[in-house]
């Protein structure tokens, strides 16, 4: 009888044992997609950054590439690279222009554009642009 009295006793339910091991579990999970959200959040900052001194270089470039040859001066690259800094809202010194004479294999100048953050996060973004000075030679096929 003793026995039948001891099983009719028990309740239905959950133990202390069991809610702490969900908890550990639940816990666990949680930490994880913690963790993952704050690595997303990260690469999706580094990724905006990139695409701004990709469209920002390219803004830059596509000035050197449609103004006259004449207005290409360190003055005035210098003076574009700071109008582009302050209407992005960055750093004095973020982009740099540096001219590269050409002679080969015609006469022209390489244009170094250079976006430079000031934090060890984010990388150095280069974008090359080629001038080349015209010659007021004109070849032309022969149709022979």
Request: glycine share 6%.
């Amino acid at each position: 009888m003793q026995m039948v009295a001891s099983a009719q006793m028990r309740k239905p339910g959950l133990s202390v044992v069991e809610c702490v091991v969900a908890l550990a579990i639940l816990g666990a999970m949680l930490t994880t997609l913690l963790s993952i959200q704050v690595v997303q959040s990260l690469r999706v900052g580094l990724d905006n950054q990139r695409i701004r001194a990709e469209q920002t270089l390219t803004n830059l470039a596509d000035r050197v590439l449609s103004a006259d040859t004449s207005q290409l001066t360190e003055d005035t690259l210098t003076e574009w690279g700071r109008d582009l800094e302050e209407a992005d809202g960055l750093p004095a010194g973020t982009l740099q222009v540096v001219v590269h004479p050409e002679t080969n294999p015609v006469a022209g100048n390489r244009y170094e554009l250079i976006w430079n953050p000031h934090s060890s996060e984010l990388p150095t973004q280069r974008l090359m642009v080629w001038r080349f000075t015209a010659d007021g030679s004109t070849e032309t096929e022969d149709p022979s």
